[in-house]
């Protein structure tokens, strides 16, 4: 299921570029948000359904994606100059991923989180229907130490029963010292207020409150 915005909100995402390279990166002439999280947490697939648009493709083997994938976006209209750059980072944590490129990922995407000045702001995706991962609490822990901006997403949510929801989250917050918001890219629930957040960490408030 798609975003549902309509208006100045609404999102068009084109695909820039995809690098194993630090020096690869673009020029940070857009502010960013990057999305982060285990290789198997549904990361491409809320991408598509924040954009509204399949440009986030899932490898058939998780742990295989190893690039940073840049998507500009304009919002209102396909036409206009885009205002904002997602960044698809390769996922992390996967027991099935070998040693060398598990030595890649510091390699550029470490320097992408530490040094990267138009990153606004970093979405942590965690499992909603597995229990909280060290993984998860270490990426938490080095977003806070590079002083990033971050807001941990608990995605999945359509597979924790209604009356579990509520101690679940509590659970994942309690570990990763934020409280997550809840979202299913296969329902939708959650996906617009999700965007309206990335919205707000890039300074485009003006345009949500004309739509």
């Keep these: 299921m ?3 915005l309509s208006g100045a909100d609404r999102p068009f995402a084109t695909f820039l570029m995809a690098t194993t390279d630090a020096a690869g990166f673009p020029r940070g002439d857009l ?10 947490v549904g990361k491409s697939s809320l991408l598509n359904s924040l954009v509204g648009a399949k440009v986030a493709f899932t490898s058939n083997t998780p742990g295989r994606t190893r690039t940073v994938t840049f998507f500009d976006v304009a919002l209102g209209s396909a036409k206009t100059a885009p205002l904002l750059r997602l960044a698809d980072l390769p996922g992390y944590g996967f027991a099935r991923i070998s040693r060398a490129a598990a ?3 510091p390699k550029f995407v470490v320097p992408y989180l530490e040094k990267r000045e138009c ?3 970093c979405v942590l995706l965690v499992d909603s229907a597995i229990p909280p991962q ?4 270490a990426m938490m822990d080095l977003l806070r130490g590079a002083g990033r901006q971050a807001i941990v997403v608990a995605t999945k949510v359509d597979k924790v029963a209604p009356s579990k929801r509520v101690s679940t989250l509590k659970v994942l917050g309690t570990a990763l010292g934020v409280v997550p918001w809840p979202v299913s890219s296969k329902t939708g629930d959650g996906v617009d207020g999700l965007w309206q ?3 707000l960490a890039t300074g485009n408030t003006r345009r949500s409150q004309r739509s």
């Design 119 to 121: 990153l606004d702001l």
């Design 31 to 40: 502010p960013e948000v990057a999305f982060l999280g285990r290789s198997n």
């Design 103 to 105: 030595k890649e990922w």
């Design 2 to 4: 798609g975003a549902s």
């Design 134 to 137: 060290e993984s998860d609490m």
């Design 197 to 199: 957040q990335v919205l």
